[in-house]
């Protein structure tokens, strides 16, 4: 295996005096898909911030492709990784088209001119089977569903080969939640993306993964394929979620 494309070096942030994660290590290989599961506040959005250097480490590093983070440009930095944020989190006043191209267009270098940012929004909603000619709306014009994947879509315009995915899917009914679910791991293997996907569904992070990272309190439990946690939980916290699972929609 070749060198990871992520990697925490004993990370460790605290907002004031409440640490968030302590010395926390992880290293992710290209194409892996790491479904992440844990309490409210343990500090899996944090995690995911930490990639795209929307926040630092107070002590340790994080390596993107290499990179230390610290000292990669921002701009460079996110257009190689995309970030659908909890809340989906679309800019109320662009329509769709615009929120799609905001990436590529903030950062300049792709090139995107009228005609081309709507050729390439037209694609992206197509790929997260939406129809493609609800570019001109605004966000309140959509259902929550398809808010979600034009938050998606936004994420994968500057064609980024690592997708930070914090919550998703959550506030759509289990019909579409399965779909985006299929479809996201239909883009997972056609694009050969890595993908860090923040969940508190446990079926969903089974069901997504190629491994799942449980965290409590700062720590990782477990980070295992999916049928290991299930068969060999690693600590109490986790053997208490996977027996959770049993009883319907559990999430933590
Ligand atoms: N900017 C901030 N200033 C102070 N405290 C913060 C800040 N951001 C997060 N925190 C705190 O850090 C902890 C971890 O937050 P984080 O957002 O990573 O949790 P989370 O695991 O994503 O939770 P949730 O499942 O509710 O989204 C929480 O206790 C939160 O209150
Ligand atoms: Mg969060």
Request: overall charge positive; hydrophobic content about 40%.
């Amino acid at each position: 295996m070749g060198e990871p494309v992520i990697r925490f070096e004993k990370v460790s942030k605290a907002y004031g005096s409440q640490p968030v994660l302590k010395e926390f290590s992880l290293d992710i290989s290209q194409g892996e898909f790491l479904t992440i599961i844990g309490r409210s506040g343990c500090g899996k959005t944090t995690a995911l911030k930490l990639v795209n250097g929307l926040i630092s480490p107070d002590s340790g590093r994080v390596l993107v492709k290499g990179e230390d983070v610290a000292q990669a440009d921002p701009v460079r930095l996110r257009r190689q990784i995309g970030y659908a944020i909890q809340n989906v989190g679309l800019f109320p006043h662009m329509t769709v088209e615009k929120n799609i191209a905001y990436v590529p267009t903030i950062s300049g270098t792709a090139g995107w001119g009228k005609a081309e940012r709507r050729k390439r929004a037209q694609e992206l909603l197509t790929l997260v089977g939406l129809p493609a000619d609800l570019g001109g709306r605004f966000p309140r014009e959509l259902s929550g569903g398809q808010r979600q994947r034009v938050g998606i879509a936004r994420a994968l315009a500057a064609a980024p080969d690592i997708l930070l995915m914090d919550e998703p899917f959550g506030a759509v009914d289990a019909i579409t939640r399965e779909q985006l679910q299929d479809e996201i791991l239909r883009i997972h293997r056609e694009r050969g993306l890595t993908v860090l996907f923040v969940t508190h569904d446990i079926e969903e992070a089974m069901k997504l993964g190629t491994r799942t990272l449980v965290m409590e309190e700062g720590v990782a439990q477990q980070c295992d394929a999916p049928s290991r946690v299930l068969s060999a939980p690693a600590t109490e916290f986790v053997e208490k979620l996977v027996c959770r699972r049993r009883e319907p929609e559990v999430r933590v």
